[in-house]
């Protein structure tokens, strides 16, 4: 299947490991010019050269904190050419409202919600001018299904879910679609640590991290790659109906 990505350009913030770096990855397949953004630049350059040995065209990086309007400035010339912007920076540490004090809270706003909404900002008015464009936002299902243990992350993406779903249904009449995705838990980096020191509690092994991930619908979390795939089938030609949209990709855990 053509999926119409030939020859676009495609940014994608967090895009040095986990979700952002399988679309990147994936986009660079379907013959698109990459560029990937991460605030670790050694991170960022093993990112950059597991790409470059992948079938693509050659790949760009970024180092850049997009917390930052330092950072952000630094990206700012390269959205002028950019065909496919695709938010995925940020992590949001869990905890009530007893344990994310009131400067995480903000730091963390600053990169998930703020730095979505101010790339988004800077891309926007160059992508309607010419008519054409595409802006995915990677959320999270606890935007969806909102958990106490993980309040700022839910707070968090339920704000992004009402912002993409208001903003993309006006970029429509323009030309520029803006779609969400809403991953369930996912097998990163960041969980795979998160569950090898619960199963270092739970049964003094880290290594059976599996088995606390059985609750899960089809007893696992999904693979970087899944969300990854649905990430470029949105931003392909493919789904050049769909904008002002949020998919949940939990599997229906949430209805489980």
Not at 72 to 85: E, H, K
Request: charged fraction near 20%; proline fraction near 4%; include cysteine.
């Amino acid at each position: 299947m053509d999926l119409g990505l030939n020859g676009k350009s495609v940014l994608v913030t967090g895009g040095s490991r986990g979700i952002g770096l399988a679309a990147a990855r994936l986009f660079r397949t379907e013959g698109s010019a990459v560029t990937i953004v991460g605030r670790d630049p050694t991170s960022v350059d093993t990112a950059l050269n597991s790409l470059e040995a992948g079938e693509g065209l050659s790949a760009n990086a970024c180092v850049a904190d997009l917390a930052t309007a330092e950072g952000r400035s630094l990206i700012a010339g390269r959205l002028a050419t950019t065909d496919i912007l695709v938010n995925n920076a940020g992590a949001i540490p869990g905890g009530g409202l007893d344990r994310v004090t009131g400067d995480i809270w903000r730091q963390s706003w600053d990169l998930k919600v703020y730095g979505y909404i101010d790339l988004i900002r800077e891309v926007l008015p160059i992508m309607m001018a010419r008519g054409d464009g595409v802006i995915i936002n990677v959320i999270g299902i606890a935007g969806a299904d909102p958990r106490y243990d993980y309040l700022c992350g839910s707070v968090a993406n339920a704000a992004l879910i009402a912002f993409t779903k208001a903003t993309g249904a006006h970029t429509a009449r323009k030309g520029v679609r803006m779609i969400g995705i809403n991953p369930g838990p996912t097998q990163t980096d960041r969980l795979l640590e998160l569950y090898r020191a619960r199963a270092e509690e739970t049964f003094g092994d880290r290594e059976r991290w599996p088995e606390l991930l059985g609750h899960l619908p089809f007893g696992r979390a999904a693979l970087p790659e899944e969300i990854a795939d649905l990430v470029v089938y949105l931003a392909s030609t493919r789904a050049s109906y769909i904008s002002g949209t949020v998919i949940d990709a939990d599997g229906g855990a949430m209805y489980g």
